[in-house]
């Protein structure tokens, strides 16, 4: 009666009269909470145990520990075993890039992987048991149901409070409620594959005697595999997406890393964070993912997590995803002509050739690169450095070998067995190989020499390397032009104005890194002005003539030291004589790249194998300009003093060579060393033969070379 009264006295359209009805709901819950902490505390302790334990397992006794080169080692195993050589090859080499970036992010990167794994783990120990018992009964399905779905629309920050107070701030909380988010996928597709299984294959297998547990462990499980392999997918998917969240609950990995960058406002910090941050992402999904998504990028693939929450049937991969790769044609391998015979030992002379030229020298009385970066290269007299040295070809050689190797190995392969290796070791792999080969031999050549580097040569070895990757170059371009490739399918009777746009953008990125910065250098002895290096050199002078002073004297160093600020950096772009004026040569290549790429688009030329040539060459220069990139970058990080380091001018070079390369590979992709045959036209290659030995005078035919 009191409350009705007080209501008519504030009035029922008052709002305020909603406090004098509230409805106790959170103090009910906090009471929940303390009820639960207070009496079975050790129930909490009991679900804290595995999570606790396994993540200290997992981070503290095997990831962190153990040298970065070992994981990195067994990722690329996993990949290979799980997926294929490929996968395995691309897991290990990101992962190397997460630890090149510094041993701060490579802990994190490990902690990442570790937190993702336990979190994956138990939603997996969870979910596959629990979406096999929703999939054999709809009584459980029934009561599951609602729960999985008040688990994806209820937001992840309602139940994050009452993880943090039962559990703490930290990894077991953050594992916990990430489970949460990305449990449901899981035991969804695991329960729809269990039904998805056809009736009568259940009921062949019962008919013949099979208890229960055989059905599901022999038929519904094998069956239910692809919606399951899906599912785990997807989970761990969602569990990546929840890193950031994880961060703020106390996790650490790069989530972490990433919010403490957004903190402080730290561009390098979130920089760096973000792309371990992303490698990681992407080679975790590339493990997991199925055969029919290999083409969709990490981002596409979270995106479509996010959107199938709650419909996850839709995921599952259908009779018309198979990947582009596995198409068939019905011709047959053809064989290598003489002509082709010549020009791939002319290609795989020139890459041993190439191989060989690693061993002599390439940088004499001074160190060509390193120079730029270690001080005391600058002047070497007597020495000689060569092609695998730090101060001589440095990582400039290592790209050589690499390619130079690949072109002898595609050779090797094409001559043995043509058609039947790998994809790339054939004609156009060698082409792109050995072009990429030649740019980054000659860069080494041309570019320009650091400033008081004193007196240094070129070595024999580097003008060799030029020689004999050229040689490669001529002969698998001419190879090339003469391979019998030919596409899986038609390609379209039109030019490919997209890919014109993209290497004029291309060349427009490449402009913009050779003004930008290819090096920052804040070494002291660099930035320090000669007044202040006089200075210091009176105060050291004092403290030797008075050693009672000698600690205020230090302290005065000091002072005067962190006067000199980082705005002081030297900086150098890409045109500047003072730096490697490297960004000349990247738009050379550039330019070169936008020249080909028109008879590559199909602008000049519509034969479908002279547009292959052309795109071969345009892949070749794209490459040679993303290489020689990475070892400018490779290099310094490998010689360069502390103090400097390589500039957003060279990071920016390497995309814009990679938008080439990627511009091409949608044509090269559909070539093959085959005859494709339409069937009206498909002639039996015994009868061929036979044909041939009944009196047949018409010689071989040999292909005109296609430039």
């Known amino acids: 009666m009191f409350l009705v009264q007080e209501a008519q006295k504030i009035g029922i359209t008052d709002n305020n009269v909603l406090d004098q009805w509230r409805v106790p709901f959170g103090d009910w819950m906090e009471q929940s909470v303390f009820w639960i902490t207070n009496n079975v505390g050790w129930l909490l302790d009991g679900i804290k145990w595995p999570f606790d334990n396994l993540i200290n397992l997992i981070n503290g006794q095997i990831l962190e520990p153990i040298s970065w080169i070992w994981v990195v080692l067994a990722f690329f195993v996993i990949g290979t075993l799980v997926r294929n050589v490929k996968v395995g090859a691309f897991s290990a080499v990101a992962l190397g890039f997460c630890g090149i970036l510094g041993n701060a992010y490579w802990l994190e990167t490990a902690r990442t992987i570790g937190f993702i794994g336990v979190a994956v783990f138990f939603c997996v120990l969870i979910g596959v048991p629990l979406g096999i ?18 688990m994806q629309v209820v937001h992840s920050f309602v139940y994050m409070l009452p993880f943090i107070f039962f559990w703490g701030i930290g990894e077991v909380s953050a594992t916990m409620v990430t489970m949460i988010f990305a449990l449901p996928p899981l035991v969804r597709l695991t329960n729809l594959g269990i039904r998805q299984v056809p009736e009568d294959v259940v009921e062949a297998s019962r008919a013949y005697g099979a208890p229960e547990w055989r059905v599901l462990v022999d038929v519904q499980m094998p069956l239910a595999r692809p919606a399951i392999m899906t599912g ?65 990028s990490i981002v596409a693939r979270i995106g479509r997590a996010w959107s199938n929450r709650k419909t996850p049937d839709e995921l599952l991969p259908t009779g018309d995803d198979s990947p582009a790769d596995s198409r068939e044609s019905s011709g047959w391998t053809a064989e290598i002509t003489q002509p082709e015979k010549r020009l791939m030992g002319l290609a795989g002379a020139g890459g041993a050739l190439t191989v060989l030229a690693m061993l002599l020298p390439w940088s004499v009385d001074a160190g060509k690169i390193s120079s730029f970066g270690r001080s005391a290269d600058k002047v070497l007299t007597g020495e000689s450095f060569n092609g695998l040295s730090a101060s001589g070809g440095s990582w400039f050689g290592f790209v050589v070998l690499a390619l130079s190797l690949f072109v002898t190995g595609a050779v090797v392969v094409t001559w043995k067995a043509p058609g039947q290796g790998p994809r790339w070791m054939t004609a156009d792999g060698a082409t792109i190989a050995a072009l990429a080969a030649l740019a980054v031999s000659v860069t080494y050549v041309v570019m320009s020499e650091a400033q008081g580097a004193g007196g240094g040569s070129i070595g024999v070895g580097a003008y060799l390397a030029i020689v004999g990757s050229l040689a490669a170059a001529a002969g698998s371009i001419l190879w090339a032009g003469i391979a019998p490739h030919e596409p899986l399918h038609p390609l379209l009777a039109r030019i490919n104005r997209g890919q014109l746009l993209g290497v004029a953008m291309a060349l427009l990125i490449m402009f ?27 105060l050291k002078q004092q403290a030797v003539d008075r050693p009672a002073d000698a600690g205020v004297i230090a302290s005065q160093i000091q002072i005067l030291l962190s006067t000199v600020k980082k705005t002081d950096k030297v900086v150098h772009d890409g045109l500047t004589k003072e730096g490697p004026r490297l960004g000349i040569w990247e738009l050379v290549l550039g330019a070169a790249a936008l020249v080909v790429a028109i008879p590559a688009s199909g602008a000049l030329v519509t034969d479908e194998r002279r547009r292959w040539f052309w795109n071969t060459v345009l892949a070749g220069l794209g490459a040679g300009a993303s290489l020689v990139s990475v070892a400018w970058i490779a290099s310094l990080v490998r010689s360069a003093d502390p103090g400097y380091v390589s500039g957003v001018g060279s990071f920016l070079a390497l995309v814009s060579g990679a938008i080439i390369v990627a511009s091409s590979m949608g044509v090269l992709k559909e070539f093959r060393r085959e005859t494709v045959y339409p069937d009206h036209d498909l002639i039996d290659p015994s009868a061929q033969q036979e044909a041939a030995g009944h009196g047949s005078t018409d010689g071989p035919k040999e292909e005109s070379i296609l430039i």
Request: include cysteine.
């Open 133 to 150: 018992a929703c999939g054999r009964s709809d009584a459980i399905w029934q009561v599951v149901r609602p729960i999985l779905d008040a």
């Open 232 to 296: 785990l997918n997807q989970t761990l998917l969602l569990s990546i997406s929840m890193l950031g969240l994880a961060a703020l609950m106390g996790a650490g990995g790069l989530g972490r890393q990433l919010f403490r960058a957004i903190s402080n406002q730290d561009v390098a910090l979130g920089a760096s964070a973000g792309v371990a941050f992303f490698l990681v992402a992407v080679v975790l999904d590339r493990i997991s993912q199925t055969e029919s998504t290999d083409g969709m």
């Open 512 to 538: 913009v890194s050779s003004i930008s910065a290819w090096s920052f250098d804040d070494r002291q002895e660099v930035v320090q002005s000669p007044e202040v290096t006089a200075q210091i050199a009176d």
